[in-house]
């Protein structure tokens, strides 16, 4: 069974600062997804960014980025020029290609403090 | 667009009475359903999927059962809440190759 890993439950970053958020995974799998999700605290779960492992390209999305190094099963996201609205909980999910097993494993997430 | 529905938002129930809490899409067919619950500062835990009309997998033994009487609607049921049920629900649907689309959640407070 596949695992996520977020070994940070708790990060602060000035505001216009960079941080980065670690994110590890075990799979035997060859071809599958990672996400980044947000949940500010009205709770909603909003995808920040995705990733195909076939891509060797890393994803980005704006002010987010990701390094993805598929041997090492690390997939870290990357938040440039911190906001305020960047203060949530990060969640790190895998899913896998193949039909049938499409559901997101999560991992434990890490709550992001965003000082002023 | 597509949209999903979840409802109620917040709800406190006794301990032993029933539960249902519903989530419907708009704007898709055939999606693939999920409901998680995400315990007090912790991740998402997965407990039921649907392919399909009828078509439930379940992935942790619990109180809980789902079921899914129409293409867009799943439903999420317990006839005997426990303590331990109280969490947070969410209800999520995908297609194909993109991430999830979540519902904004059904806070349960079990008491």
């Known amino acids: 069974a596949q695992t996520v890993t977020q070994s940070q439950p708790e990060m602060s970053v000035q505001e216009a600062e960079t941080v980065t958020l670690s994110c590890t995974y075990d799979t035997s799998e060859s071809d599958y997804y990672l996400f980044w999700y947000k949940q500010p605290p009205s709770r909603q779960m909003i995808l920040v960014i995705r990733?195909?492992?076939?891509?060797?390209q890393n994803a980005t999305e704006n002010r987010f980025s990701v390094n993805f190094q598929k041997a090492a099963k690390s997939f870290s996201l990357k938040i440039s020029d911190s906001q305020l609205g960047d203060a949530a909980m990060y969640f790190c999910a895998y899913r896998s290609a193949k039909a049938g097993r499409r559901a997101l494993t999560f991992g434990s997430g890490t709550r992001l403090q965003v000082q002023p | 667009s597509q949209t999903i529905h979840q409802w109620p938002a917040t709800l406190v129930q006794p301990v032993g009475s029933p539960l249902s809490l519903e989530c419907t899409v708009e704007g898709t067919s055939n999606p693939n359903l999920y409901w998680y619950r995400q315990a007090a500062g912790r991740g998402l835990q997965l407990l039921f999927y649907s392919v399909g009309i009828g078509q439930i997998s379940s992935e942790v033994p619990q109180n809980l059962s789902a079921s899914r009487p129409q293409d867009r609607q799943f439903i999420l049921s317990s006839k005997k809440l426990l303590l331990s049920d109280s969490g947070f629900y969410l209800c999520?649907?995908?297609?194909?190759?993109?991430?999830?689309?979540f519902g904004s959640g059904t806070r349960l407070t079990v008491v």
């Open positions: 990733q195909e492992a076939y891509k060797q």
């Open positions: 999520a649907w995908s297609q194909q190759t993109y991430g999830y689309t």
